[in-house]
């Protein structure tokens, strides 16, 4: 005599009504007049005879685990972050989504008492705006990692590096060091003379001892130009930047495809900002760009081993590795 519980027509009716029609075991009971243990026993066999399959989500955002090893591995990186973005998405969306997955990763990457160097510009002043809170008692000194001083000429906000360092505070906790001085000069030896002030130049003690950085990548665009617009550089400058293969720009020193700063030196020595040799030794280098527009200018980044971790999105994840 075949027992109810192997009538396969009858497990999967029970597993639609559990499943997919949410009724309670008691409900299903009434409707299919059974017992609540054979109610029990038929859901087990429908998960025995695949009738239901139970999928596992990763809530924490690792669908693009493979992908992400893929960039590691082709490029050379300590680790790879992608934010989960949709074709029709529009620029805003996919910042607040790259700014998003950015905290997440910050909360689990900063350790208690770790200096964090913090660049500038709109990406980082994102992340410290996002709607999360970070729950942990924990003491961290973030250091900006250029001067900015002043109005802000680059937009509604301020994106210089002491307004987001002191951001970063209010997000994270802890407390941080102010960069007393403008970001650009036009004269290298006024900033030269000025850097060598005590109420100065102490910032560069603590660009030595960063456990973690984190930058923004920009990219020399001539039309519409936040650099131009925030009175950095110049129309001209910018395009002459542009012709002798200007790429991209970290703490608002350009590089090349190579990662070569030295070809914008007369322009890179005016910048108050920490040197190239000590971003380099910092253990932790985090570039936070997305698009398929910064694809070259991350490349770069990368060749000049400015950055060894990358938390971008999955349009330019995908370019990458084409």
Request: glycine share 10%; proline share 2%; with cysteine.
């Amino acid at each position: 005599m075949q027992k109810i519980v192997d009538d396969l027509r009858l497990v999967y009716k029970c597993c639609k009504l559990y499943y997919e029609d949410e009724l309670r075991q008691t409900e299903i009971c009434n409707t299919l007049g059974i017992s609540r243990t054979t109610v029990s026993r038929m859901l087990k066999v429908g998960k025995e005879e695949g009738i239901v399959k139970v999928e596992v989500i990763n809530p924490i955002n690792l669908n693009y685990g493979e992908l992400e090893r893929q960039l590691e591995s082709r490029y050379g990186l300590k680790d790879v972050i992608i934010a989960e973005t949709q074709p029709l998405d529009t620029e805003y969306d996919k910042l607040q989504s790259i700014s998003e997955v950015s905290f997440d990763y910050l909360t689990h990457l900063f350790k208690d008492g770790d200096t964090i160097g913090i660049g500038m510009g709109y990406t980082l002043y994102n992340i410290a705006k996002v709607k999360k809170t970070y729950t942990f008692d924990r003491q961290f000194l973030f250091v900006p990692l250029l001067g900015g001083i002043g109005r802000d000429a680059m937009g509604k906000v301020d994106v210089q590096a002491n307004n987001i360092a002191a951001l970063f505070v209010k997000k994270f906790g802890g407390r941080y060091a102010q960069f007393l001085s403008p970001a650009i000069f036009r004269d290298e030896m006024i900033m030269k003379g000025f850097m060598m002030e005590k109420t100065v130049n102490y910032i560069y003690d603590y660009f030595d001892s960063l456990d973690v950085s984190i930058v923004g990548l920009g990219i020399p665009e001539r039309s519409g130009s936040t650099m131009v617009s925030g009175g950095y550089v110049t129309a001209d400058e910018l395009s002459d930047f542009v012709e002798r293969g200007a790429i991209g720009d970290i703490a608002l020193r350009f590089y090349d495809e190579n990662g070569n700063m030295e070809v914008f030196k007369e322009y890179n020595e005016k910048i108050a900002a920490i040197s190239e040799q000590q971003l380099k030794k910092v253990k932790t280098r985090i570039g936070v760009a997305g698009g398929i527009k910064k694809v070259d200018a991350i490349k770069g980044a990368i060749k000049g081993n400015f950055i060894n971790v990358l938390i971008t999105d999955i349009d330019c994840a995908q370019e990458m590795l084409k």
